[in-house]
């Protein structure tokens, strides 16, 4: 039997958003997690769905993160940071405290020792309609993208930390009588290649989330294939399950389903939009609960082992059978099922089963205390 890769298994947060964080440790110990992606939203955003807060960002300092790091080891676990917010677009007051946002994660991300911990920074770059609607629009959007981003990595570079990038487009992200549901930049390859050719730093890559690509209708092996593993930090595991349906048939598997007048749709017996999310025919899931998935992923994995990848794969519960039931045991049972989906793919097998072989602790690093930084000051 070849020797795999020991790949941790963490826990996104945003499923626990009832939870505090002592809570959200004891349970991730609980579940057989390894570490935690520790959401830390705005407590004052204006993004309703999917986000937690677990962590005080305004009162964070040196102490702070020296009792963080203790807390941590104390259960084994390692963690990381995440905010997904529209950087670049979007309500002009919000966006600036968005990036503020983004900053004071960097700053926290520093004093938790940064790359030397492996405690890297999630965020989206959302996506600018105003430009996006103009000819030329997706262009626009990436020389938003530099304009906004290069004094944010250069920050984040100078401090030692690394920025991620997730890839999902955010297709519900703006009403359903809109009719593109390209929300966020990073949502394609192609748009990440160039986005780190226009700012070449090392202190930015992605978390790829092969859920996003499976209803686009591209294969996740071809895109891990063809990207620089180099910039891939994180794997996001959740997936999703194609429909069969009625939908499907009518609007295609290229385009979003477009809102019109529900009378006018009722008359035609056409299927039109239920929420902004019902767009792309696609149910949200968990490997290995409830279902088969429309993934392979046997073929995902042996893919990210050839290119050498040995970082976490963070669950992120967003499964209409965990999650969006509301209800806790089903929250817990969703995590433990796709842990053991994943074990035999990412651990050896021992004389207990497939077991994470524990690498290491997070270190404590004298660090000195840095100011909060805002856009205003680049």
């Not at 830390?40 to 986000?51: A, E, L, M, Y």
């Not at 305004?58 to 963690?79: A, C, P, R, T």
């Not at 593109?180 to 978390?207: C, D, F």
């Not at 998935?293 to 050839?306: P, S």
Request: with cysteine.
């Amino acid at each position: 039997m070849s020797k795999k890769l020991n790949n941790p298994i963490w826990v996104m947060s945003s499923a626990y958003d009832n939870l505090n964080l002592q809570e959200l440790i004891a349970n991730s110990v609980k579940l057989g997690a390894q570490g935690i992606d520790l959401c830390v939203f705005r407590k004052d955003g204006d993004r309703q769905d999917h986000t937690a807060t677990h962590l005080d960002y305004e009162s964070f300092g040196v102490e702070e993160s020296k009792q963080l790091i203790d807390q941590f080891n104390n259960s084994s676990l390692q963690l990381s940071l995440g905010a997904f917010e529209n950087m670049i677009g979007g309500d002009p007051a919000h966006k600036i405290q968005n990036q503020n946002h983004l900053l004071r994660l960097i700053r926290i991300a520093y004093l938790l020792g940064g790359d030397e911990n492996d405690v890297k920074v999630g965020t989206f770059v959302g996506y600018n309609h105003e430009l996006g609607n103009q000819e030329n629009g997706f262009e626009k959007n990436l020389e938003e993208y530099k304009k906004v981003f290069e004094p944010i990595i250069k920050y984040a570079e100078d401090l030692g930390v690394t920025v991620l990038y997730e890839n999902c487009p955010m297709e519900g992200w703006r009403s359903a009588s809109y009719t593109s549901t390209y929300n966020n930049l990073p949502g394609v390859l192609a748009a990440r290649k160039l986005m780190y050719a226009l700012i070449p730093s090392k202190a930015h890559g992605e978390i790829y989330d092969p859920s996003h690509d499976i209803w686009q209708n591209t294969n996740p092996v071809d895109v891990i294939n063809a990207m620089d593993i180099d910039r891939l930090h994180r794997i996001h595991v959740k997936t999703t399950r194609n429909l069969k349906n009625k939908a499907r048939i009518e609007w295609g598997g290229m385009y979003p389903m477009q809102s019109v007048d529900a009378t006018l749709a009722e008359k035609a017996g056409v299927s039109i939009p239920q929420n902004e999310w019902d767009r792309h025919h696609y149910e949200p899931m968990l490997p290995g609960f409830g279902g088969t998935d429309t993934m392979d992923w046997n073929d995902f994995v042996g893919a990210i082992h050839a290119k050498g990848f040995d970082g976490p794969f963070e669950i992120e519960n967003e499964a209409a059978n965990s999650k969006n039931t509301g209800n806790k045991a089903a929250i817990d049972q969703g995590y433990k099922a796709t842990i053991s989906f994943l074990s035999p793919l990412l651990w050896n097998l021992t004389d207990e089963g497939y077991q994470y072989q524990k690498t290491g602790e997070l270190k404590q690093i004298s660090v000195k205390d840095i100011p909060v930084m805002t856009i205003d000051k680049f």
